[in-house]
């Protein structure tokens, strides 16, 4: 029994050194890409944080992104523990991009875009010629 499960065990065993196959190279290139891809994106967030008169840096706190992102849009505070409930998390997600879009001018046109493609629509508030025009929840 214990033969037969060596066996098994030698028949089955996978190779799992890519390194020097196209399967590693892929890896490592969509992983740049998905680097750089970030590093894009956190800097369209940097730029819209400061077009709303916020600072910069607050893009890239966890959480405290949040509270600032909710302070440009004109929500509460209180709106960051409803976006740790699940499914709740989207319709709350989905409700301050809206504000979001509606504080630099936009309609809810651009809102689906940044829902559905934000490598597109954040670096067209950030670089684009949206102005913040305030926080769109108080009005």
């Known amino acids: 029994m214990l033969k037969l499960l060596a066996t ?56 405290y992104n949040a509270l600032i992102e909710l302070k440009i849009v004109g929500r509460p505070w209180w709106w960051l523990l409803l976006m740790l409930i699940p499914v709740v998390n989207i319709v709350i997600a989905v409700i301050v991009l809206n504000d979001l879009s509606k504080s630099f001018g936009k309609d809810v046109a651009f809102t689906v875009l940044l829902f559905f493609l934000p490598f597109i629509g954040l670096p067209i508030l950030a670089w684009g010629n949206a102005e913040y025009k305030g926080p769109s929840a108080a009005n």
Request: charged content about 10%; aromatic content about 12%; hydrophobic content about 50%.
């Open 8 to 63: 098994f065990a030698q028949t089955y065993t996978y190779n799992t050194d890519v390194s020097n196959t196209a399967e590693g190279g892929i890896g490592v290139v969509a992983g740049l890409i998905g680097i750089g891809v970030t590093i894009f994106l956190l800097a369209a967030m940097w730029k819209v944080y400061t077009k709303a008169k916020q600072p910069g840096w607050a893009s890239l706190v966890p959480i």
